[in-house]
Structures are given as C-alpha cells and as structure tokens.
RNA sequence: UGCCUGAUAGUAUAAUGGUAGUACGACGGUUUUUGGUACCGUUUGUCUAGGUUCGAAUCCUGGUCGGGCAACCA
C-alpha cells in the first residue's frame, strides 16, 4: 500500500471532477501519438500519465495515432509504436485514428463555413504570415476573410474534390486577427495535400491540421481528460474555441512538462536524424532513448514504469539525471537478474601450488538476493585463470584490497589466494601473474582463518567460453547536447559504444536466453542483444554496477 | 518591447495560511565471499523586494530569471 503518495497537479484535478461528479465520474483518457516516429523515453512517461490515470479511477485509455500530416507518417511507426505501448505493460481500450474521423471533421467544417465561422483563403503561406502580423502588432484582414458562406461552401467543396493544387487554398476560422494569442489570429484549418495516407489511401487530399483534429477527436471519443505537454497551452483556447462553436462533447486539455534526460536528445527529429545519419544502428541501438533501445539495451518495463513514476509529473521545465533511470534498473535488476562470471579485460593468473591437469567444480548461488539463492551452478575451476586485469596493481595503491605481490585475495566461491609475482612483455605490459592459494580456505570449507577484504572474479582458461561484449556509455558529451552553440551531433560521444570482441565468460553462460537479463558479477547487467546467435553470443551491458572505489579514484 | 507559463537542496518532487519533507546524488559508517545489495548517519533549499496576517513556500503588488508562442508540423 504506496497510498502515502501524494497526488500529482492531473490527479488532483481528476479527483476533484470524480468529486463534483463531472462526467458521471467518468474517466477517459488517451495517448495519442503521431505515427511519424518511435516512441521515447519521454513518450513512457505521458504513457504511464494517460494509463495510469485511467487505472487508477477506474477508466480507460484509447490509442489514437494523430495521422493528420501524410507525408510524415507511415505504418511502421504505427507498428512500432503499438509494440512499445503493449511491452510498457499498458492495454489500451480502443485503437483509434485521427484518420478515423477524416469525415466527421469534414462536416465540422462545413459546419463552421455554415456558421460563418470560417472561410477559405486563396494567399501563399508568405502572404498568410505576412498578414498574421508580429506579436506586438495586430494582423491584416485579406480580401478572402470576407467571402460569402455560398462561395465558401463551394471552395471547400472544390479543394475536397481535388481542383486545386498542393498550397493553393486553404481554409481558415475566422477568429480574431488582432488577438494577442497568435494561435487565434485566423488559424488554419485545411490545408491541401495531394498524398497517400496510410490508411484513408487516396480518398482525401485535403488533411485538417492538428488544432481542427486533435480537439474534435477527443470530443468524438468522449475523452474526459485530454493530457499533453506544455507547448500546447497556448493552443488551448483554440481548442476549447472549436469545441464550443461545434457544441461537441467538453473534454478538458490539460498541460504538463515534458521529461529531458540529460547526455541524450528527446526531439523524434533529431533522433530520426541519428538513424538516417547512422550515427547509431536503428532506432533500437541501445544508446537511444527510444522505448525500443532501452529494451535492447536490457532495460525492463517495471524499471521504466518505476523511473516515470519518480520523476513525477508538474509544469515547471525540468531535466532529469540519466543516473535515476540506471538507479531504477538496478534496483529491479538486482533482485531478478542471476549472477555469473565474466572476464572482460582479460590478465592470466597462473597458480603455482595447484596441480597441473586437475580440475574442481565449484558452485555458487544464482542470485544472492534471492531466498534460497534462486538455486546454484557450477563451475570448473583449475590451474590458469583469466582474472580483470584491473584486479591486479603491480605497486597497490592504498586501500586496494584486490591482488597484488604480497596481497591476498579471494577468488570468488573458490579459494584464497596470495599475489607471488607478475611476468611482462618487452612493452613492459603485464602477461601472467603467479600466486599461490590456500587449501584450506576452500569456499563453503574455509579452516584457514583469513580474512580477506577484496573479492574477485575469474574464469577457468581451460573451460572458458567467449562472447562478444558490448559496452555502452551516454550518447553525447554534454548534459544538453540541443542547447549548445553548433550542430547537436558535433557533442556526439565517440567512446559512447566499446565492443569487446573476446571475452571470457562462465561455461553455463553459453545457456544465456534472450531476453532474459544478467549480471556479471562486479560488471554490471547485461542481456543478450538482438543480433546474438548461440555460435557467436553478443552481450549488450544494460548499466553498470554502482562502483564506490572507481568513484573515488577520480 | 506582445501573450502564455513557470520558479522549493546538486537533480527531481511534496507541503493546498500553521514543525519545509521524500527520493536520487554526494559524503561518512556498519554488514558483506560482488568495493554490489542491505542498513545507519551527515550535508545542502523556499528567486528577489515590499505588503496582508498572530503566522506566508503558499495570498497580494513590483522586479529578476527560465521556458513556450508569429510551421499549409504535431
């Protein structure tokens, strides 16, 4: 019971309507995105809004894409998008589209021409903006505004009809040029189009904009709360202005700030530019914010709902550290994700006291979070190992409590054993380092009264499976890569993706499932990538482990 | 020099005229066969100037700073 939260500025609203039994307590909501790209992490967190709303007053949500702009959009990002939502953890009650209502909005604007309401103008998009005049100054009626509703009525009917081309007319409400709001000054409605829709085909090439489609539509589906981002506010007379001239069902906008996450982008054009320009591999690369990244990247959508919800939903603008979404990973990885060993930056360790040719198998547990250890498994163990090669300090450094001459160290579920000596190559790089261990201090069986500090990892040479691990770190050098002076794409990270061709790992490891994630221990968390195969394991690394020592060091 | 919006620790987010709290981060400690986890502790905040009030983060006025708005995009 997590009732001890308080309520955010929508949910407050939306309790006071149940309150006050606005729409029979009613509540509708929608996530309603432009099939133009793929959903973000900023998209989660209007997703977790509009759907959580709805589950927690006992409502619904409708999917409705806003595919009033053909030439942008396309059915795969409509499938791409239904596919996020769906892995999000959200049903939706309706699959709607904008499109749906290509002909309803066509008699709500006939119905305003009607009413006198709106008109068509014949003026290039220069001239329009021309005549809108500047913030400071009012706008200019053209000859156009004072057409009559006969002629109106017939220019609509001929745009629809396919008379005139691309840009020629469009149509227009007739509001109030002079107003201060620039989005009342005569916005237009209609403009033509002569492209094929993802769905309506060739039926229309004339394509109401978002102001004349977006309102209505909510009013058509009944939507109780119509929640979106800031930058819609000042469009919220307009769309409260339609929905009144119309007489149509009341919905409510209502307006919150969008998410920013630092050290990536959040606009769908400049990540589309990322893919075209293929600074990354897809929209699915694990570097990009998208819905579809972080599910390649391993993140889960309990650790995305969870991130949503921390964040929290106000006006102000705001940008969010990257470090509380991996803190939100690692907390529901930690207590899922089975633990194994792989060396990454591989030294070899050589054991000089331990038999050559002999082998023993150890076991440890799968997730020591976990009741029981969510059971165990085992592993060889035998004279040479690879151990990290940043597990040995030829001259330690204080407080290292890993290995080095003279230090001791455990190896993990096997024994303790004591740094001897280290071997290297003309280039003075470390090749082999020699130890002794200590039989006593056998896990599970330890007689031999030591205490170590430092534990580490490592994976027999003679039994070592190899896999290809991908590193990644954040996509740009700067906490606000669209803010800065130049070309976003020149803050770009360039160490943003390490691919580690060999690395060592754990035989039981090569039984990896897709999907299913991992932690190599003192590593971090990974999951197999989309493009691994059994004869040739990829690992994507989802985040690191929290790393106090490394922290300290710089 | 127009209109709309917003301003609470480093970052987010509560407190709805009555003790400024929570989370993440940072720092310190305990435990630990992951320098992980867990647990404990410390640190840092109401943009500013007035006003109303017994009492203001909250209400009022002025200022400052941030964001948005003049696409045939959404």
Redesign the pocket.
Known sequence: MSEER????IE?IVEEDIAAGKNEGRVLTRF?P?PNGYLHIGHAKSICLNFGLAKKYNGATNLRF?D??PV?EDVEYVDSIKDDVRWLGFNWANELYASDYFDKLYEFAVELIKKGLAYVDD???AE??AQ?G???EPGTPNQYRSRSIIENLELFAEMKAGKYP?????LRAKLDLAA????LRDP?MY???HAHHHRTGDKWCI?????F??GQSDAIEQITHSVCT??????RPLYDWFINKLNIFPSKQYEF?RL?LNYTVMSKRKLLQLVEEKHVDGWDDPRMPTISGLRRRGYTPASIREFCE????????????V??LE?CI??DL?KTAW?RMAVLDPVKLVITNYPEGQTEIFSGEN???AEDGDGSREFPFSRELWIERDDFMEVPAK????LGVGLMV?L???YIIKGEDFVKDADGNITEIHCSYIPE????N?TSGINVK????WVSVAHAKTAEVRLYDRLFKVEDPG?EDGDFKDYINPDSLQIIPNAYIEPDLANAVSGTPV?F??KGYFTLDKYSIPDKLIFNRTVT????????GS
């Open positions: 308080s309520l955010n500025f407050e309603p432009e806003d009033t702009n942008k003026s290039t998009p329009i903006a809108k500047t913030p400071t691309d840009g020629a007319k469009v201060p709001n620039m989005h237009l403009r033509i189009k394509y109401p904009m978002y102001d489609a977006h800031l930058e819609f506010v000042p469009h700030a920013n921390r964040i929290g939903v106000a006006k102000r603008e705001n940008m969010i550290d470090g509380l803190f690692r907390e930690n633990r997730n020591p979070e407080k290292y409590f890993r455990r993990k579920n096997a201090s056998r896990s599970g330890d430092g534990t580490i990892h803010n932690q221990m003192r482990l929290k790393d106090g020592w490394a922290k300290k």
